[in-house]
């Protein structure tokens, strides 16, 4: 069922998010935060591009659009607007999901969604080569932007897709300064077929097609972490459960994706009784995202092994007071650790909440009863519909809005992006460089270089960043800048980062003399660094030793 969240608007199990961040603007800024112009109007809304190729089989992609550009602006700190979403944004407008807007209907759409921003497009395919348009429709100001073009073979459609959202993110944010380089390897390894069938397989009509292309897609590129999540999703809706986690399981704990594949991960574990890995999972996913709904089926999974999960029950409850579930929940944790007057007050706040909750008024009257309940939960029996045999077992979030954990994901980067601008320049070059680095090393180019960026813009005479930057080019395949900006952070400070771009930038071209002089360098500064020591090795392979 597609989500009904309206992006932009915060959810009420992110009224946490907001009101940290509202204590945080409350408090005084320094004259350096007061400078710094604040981020507004960031998201976006990608439609469908218009396929006039005239050839139906090349549909599908037009459907691809959407979801690079989604992910590219996603990396580089815009909210994009989830599939979902617009199908529920035609579904309330009366529209079929395949509809074709025009101008005055996509902006209804947008307004719909709290969208700042369109991005429409088309493209036309003659003799295997792809032409692409697209315009960004400033939906505030009513404006449509001039055409943003590109081209290639068809056989390059990623390199085609990535230009064009970096263009896009230029139209929307004159000052991004993330080069296009780093755009076009964004999509690393995946081939064009497996996008092709994962393309078509999230937009197939039936469940046994979707699944058996995202399968032909994950068979081409095995580790391909959307058709992954999108595979587990479909087998998870088929009751698979077994097969989903194992799917799930396979989404690298440091894609972006991660989160929404170990919340299903969790939930699938926890529909076969492996309540142990179900709280494992719910776990990874409440240590980087805290939400309540989360934090909640961490604590049913704990329950469920005869935990005491009150502390974990009694954070969802403060982190969404007006959810009469978490109060159930804690209600029930608190009978069953003996704290009747504490339950008593918690099942007073869920009928307060919802009134027509009949196992909350059995539970109430169980609590007046003064009858206790099994210190470890039975969760595969069903619970008597009497009062006096009732057993009453805490419930499970079975949901996931893959907008709102978004939504506050872009809240959590907000607000650290305020609280860095409170620092002074170097500690701020310092904290953005090590964030920078934390992308780099999970194989994250783009958002690494906006960290490295905002590094060099808090304080120029950043070493580490330039040496940063310098790893961002040379994976970008820009040789030359990555030389320029590891020379200038060594002229800043020698470090072995820096050594170590040039020492592979000369190694790659050849002149091993000069990449062991580099090396030599390093290991001066570092004698055992492991990066440095296997350039050693590769030089003396290579009949180089180090001066």
Same mark, same amino acid.
């Given at each position: ?50 396929? =006039? ?85 400033? @939906? ?6 001039? !055409? ?36 076009? @390897? ?82 699938? =574990? ?19 995202? !805290? ?106 979030? =079975? ?72 790893? @961002? ?45 580099? @090396? ?28």
């Amino acid at each position: 069922m597609p989500s009904l969240v309206k992006v932009r608007i915060l959810q009420k199990h992110c009224v946490w998010i907001a009101l940290t961040i509202s204590a945080f603007l409350a408090q005084p800024k320094t004259a350096t935060a007061a400078q710094t112009p604040e981020r507004t109007g960031r998201v976006v809304l990608v439609l469908p591009f218009d396929n =006039r190729s005239g050839q139906a089989p090349l549909a599908w992609i037009g459907d691809s659009f959407p979801d690079t550009l989604n992910q590219r602006l996603s990396s580089s700190g815009f909210l994009t607007i989830t599939n979902d979403d617009r199908h529920y944004a035609l579904e309330h407008l009366g529209l079929p999901a395949d509809f074709k807007p025009s101008r005055a209907t996509t902006i209804r759409i947008a307004q719909t969604l709290d969208a700042d921003f369109v991005v429409v497009g088309n493209y036309t395919i003659n003799q295997s080569r792809i032409s692409v348009q697209a315009q960004v429709l400033d @939906v505030h100001n009513l404006s449509m932007s001039k !055409p943003l073009a590109d081209s290639s073979e068809l056989a390059r459609l990623f390199d085609v897709e990535n230009a064009l959202a970096w263009k896009v993110a230029r139209q929307i944010d004159p000052q991004f300064n993330v080069a296009q380089p780093t755009f076009l @390897v964004s999509s690393g390894a995946v081939r064009l077929s497996a996008f092709e069938n994962y393309i078509r397989g999230t937009s197939a009509p039936s469940q046994q097609e979707r699944i058996r292309r995202l399968q032909l897609a994950i068979q081409d590129t095995p580790n391909y972490p959307a058709a992954l999540l999108a595979l587990g999703k479909a087998q998870f809706a088929e009751r698979d459960y077994d097969h989903a986690a194992a799917t799930f399981a396979k989404v690298p704990p440091t894609d972006r994706r991660a989160l929404e594949a170990e919340f299903y991960l969790g939930l699938a =574990r926890f529909n076969t009784a492996r309540y142990s890995e179900a709280e494992s999972a719910f776990k990874f996913v409440a240590t980087r995202l !805290p939400l309540p709904e989360v934090v909640n089926n961490e604590a049913v999974a704990s329950s469920r092994q005869g935990h005491d999960a009150v502390p974990l029950f009694q954070r969802a409850t403060a982190a969404d007071p007006n959810d009469p579930d978490y109060h159930y929940n804690l209600a029930v944790a608190l009978l069953r650790r003996g704290d009747t007057a504490g339950a008593q007050h918690e099942i007073d706040q869920t009928l307060k909440l919802k009134p027509t909750d009949g196992d909350a008024a059995q539970l109430k009257t169980r609590i007046a009863s003064g009858s206790p309940i099994t210190a470890t939960p039975k969760a595969a029996t069903t619970p008597p519909t009497t009062t006096s045999s009732f057993e009453p077992l805490e419930r499970i979030r =079975r949901t996931y809005s893959e907008a709102s954990f978004r939504q506050a994901a872009f809240q959590l980067d907000q607000m650290r992006a305020m609280r860095m601008a409170s620092l002074p320049p170097a500690e701020r070059a310092t904290q953005y460089t090590q964030l920078g680095q934390d992308y780099l090393a999970q194989g994250l180019i783009t958002e690494a270089e906006q960290e490295f960026q905002a590094a060099l813009a808090s304080d120029s005479s950043s070493a580490a960043a330039h040496a940063g930057l310098a790893q @961002v080019r040379e994976r970008s395949g820009n040789t030359a800048e990555a030389r320029t900006e590891a020379q200038t952070s060594l002229k800043l400070h020698p470090n072995v980062a820096a050594y170590l771009v040039l020492a592979r930038i000369e190694l790659q071209a050849n002149q091993t003399a000069s990449s062991a002089a580099a @090396v030599g360098n390093a290991l001066k500064l570092e004698p055992a660094n492991t990066a440095a020591q296997g350039m050693k090795q590769a030089l003396q392979a290579r009949g180089q030793s180090l001066p």
